[in-house]
């Protein structure tokens, strides 16, 4: 079946440092690709999210691309803030008729000042 | 996109008791999506609930657990029932309402702790 899977926590930064989260996923088809955050005690917000090869998602300051080639989805940040420490969650919808979401395992990101 | 109303935000209760989530939806959604977040975890599929027809459960959940009911095509409740202290969670309703532009929204949540 569908999978994702994304690069182990936590993960510790300072302030203005290069972040790269991973995620790989295995499904058939074309599936569309997000990114979603959690700050803490808060609900999920989409991040970005891609929905074909090669398109690539970009707000605040993230972003991700769409590998086929390589099944990946990579989030990427030039320069993170003390504001982006949450919980960053990969997921995937499939192609075809199942409509729900599929989720990594979520990477606990910690920015430090 | 849409907008969803979740409640409760949260509560604790007693095991062995039965507590019902709501969530109501700013907009017509012809799908509604159930997971459960269990502490330190992703979300895991509960059941996707369709109006008119019974709710599809996913493997590793059942009927008698988590019954679910769909009135409408704006709201939806999530009952958890006989609670045991592994029940605790944070359980969020979902919806793909635009999601090909705005992605799936979610509830806030309802954080249960059986005690």
């Known amino acids: 079946g569908d999978s994702v899977t994304q690069m182990e926590g936590p993960v510790t930064l300072s302030e203005e440092a290069f972040l790269t989260i991973n995620c790989t996923y295995t499904?058939?088809?074309?599936?569309?690709l997000f990114w979603y955050v959690q700050y803490p005690g808060e609900g999920l917000q989409l991040l970005l999210k891609?929905?074909?090869?090669?398109d690539k998602g970009s707000n605040k300051g993230f972003e991700a691309t769409y590998r086929k080639e390589t099944t990946s989805f990579h989030l990427e940040k030039g320069s993170v803030q003390v504001s982006d420490s949450a919980v960053y969650f990969c997921?995937?919808?499939?192609?075809?008729?199942?409509?729900?979401?599929?989720f990594g395992s979520g990477t606990q990101l910690t920015v430090l000042p | 996109s849409a907008v969803i109303s979740q409640k409760p935000s949260r509560d604790i209760c007693q095991r062995g008791t039965s507590l019902t989530i709501q969530c109501q939806v700013d907009?017509?959604?012809?799908?509604m999506f159930w997971y459960r977040q269990q502490p330190g975890q992703s979300l895991t599929l509960i059941a996707t609930?369709?109006?008119?027809?019974?709710?599809?459960?996913e493997s590793g959940f059942v009927i008698d657990k988590f019954p679910i009911s769909r009135p409408n095509l704006t709201f939806s409740t999530l009952t958890v029932s006989n609670m045991s202290p592994e029940d605790s969670s944070i359980y969020l309703c979902?919806?793909?309402?635009?999601?090909?532009?705005?992605?799936?929204?979610f509830g806030s949540g309802t954080r249960l702790t059986v005690v």
């Open positions: 979902s919806v793909e309402k635009g999601a090909e532009r705005y992605g799936y929204t």
């Open positions: 499904a058939t088809g074309y599936p569309s």
């Open positions: 891609a929905t074909k090869a090669d």
């Open positions: 997921a995937l919808r499939a192609s075809g008729s199942a409509r729900q979401l599929t």
């Open positions: 907009s017509q959604v012809t799908m």
């Open positions: 609930a369709n109006q008119g027809s019974e709710a599809t459960y």
